[in-house]
């Protein structure tokens, strides 16, 4: 069973930067895609940001290119164990609650993490 555990959340003024990390355990596969997503209060769940199998591609709704960047580290061939998610120029509309995502490139099943929340204010 994959468990994913989100940290580095916080409260930052606008124009600040925040350095979020999923951990993977036990880890992630060369197959699997893996995305950041996000939820406002009163607001769907939106993805924010995904690395593809491979990491080859990189994905980025509108609102967070240019300031958001996501990547995963290599911990030996074909195993990885963190994703993570840097956000520069914070805006107060990049409050939310961020989650986690995994979807296993060979089952196609799909888990979560519990989230972390962002606050950008004054």
């Known amino acids: 069973q994959v468990q994913l555990e989100e940290s580095g959340g916080g409260l930052v003024q606008p124009g600040g930067s925040l350095n979020l990390s999923c951990a993977v355990s036990p880890r992630f596969l060369n197959g699997d895609s893996l995305a950041w997503y996000r939820q406002a209060p009163g607001k769907e769940r939106e993805m924010v940001a995904m690395i593809g199998p491979v990491g080859r591609t990189t994905t980025y709704i509108d609102s967070v290119k240019g300031r958001f960047a996501i990547s995963r580290d290599t911990i030996s061939r074909n195993k990885w164990k963190r994703v993570d998610l840097q956000m520069v120029s914070l805006k107060a509309e990049d409050s939310a609650v961020y989650y986690c995502?995994?979807?296993?490139?060979?089952?196609?099943?799909?888990?979560w993490g519990q989230g972390t929340q962002v606050t950008v204010s004054s």
């Open positions: 995502h995994l979807k296993s490139g060979l089952s196609e099943d799909t888990f």
